[in-house]
């Protein structure tokens, strides 16, 4: 699975954005997908991910309600729509997946297979 990530940018505190990840090579069905960042300095951490076969999603503390993972089935895509953007969300923001993957560890970075390439999003105060 080759999965390309965008829609990162330069947004003032308050703002949104939508983060996209388009995946190729096979079909996503029995895949988890999540999305990860990872500031200066700071370990990558999890960010929402949800279970494509299924649409459960799942959500770190942090970013409940202002966040919503979605995918398009048609596309093969997942996409992460964040409002309400604080400073504190600038990172570098990855997508990844992985086959066959239990809902408890959706949160996991290691046991997910494939990565994309990382998208900046800067917010400013």
């Known amino acids: 699975v080759q999965l390309q ?3 990162g940018g330069l947004v003032q505190a308050g703002g949104s954005l939508r983060l996209s990840c388009a ?11 999540g999305w990860f960042r990872q500031a200066p300095g700071k370990e990558r951490e999890f960010v929402a991910g949800v279970m494509w076969s299924v649409g ?5 503390d942090s970013v409940k ?3 919503t993972i979605s995918r398009d089935n048609a596309k093969s ?3 992460l729509q964040m409002n309400s953007l604080e400073p504190e969300d600038t ?3 990855y997508c990844a997946a992985k086959p066959r993957i239990i809902y408890s560890s959706l ?5 997910y297979d494939y990565w994309g390439q990382g998208t900046l999003v800067t917010v400013s105060s």
């Open 5 to 7: 990530a965008s829609g």
């Open 23 to 33: 995946a190729s090579g096979r079909t996503l069905s029995g895949y988890g997908l």
């Open 56 to 60: 459960t999603t799942y959500y770190t």
């Open 65 to 67: 309600g202002r966040f």
């Open 77 to 79: 895509t997942v996409y």
């Open 91 to 93: 990172a570098v923001y």
């Open 107 to 111: 949160g996991v970075p290691s046991y």
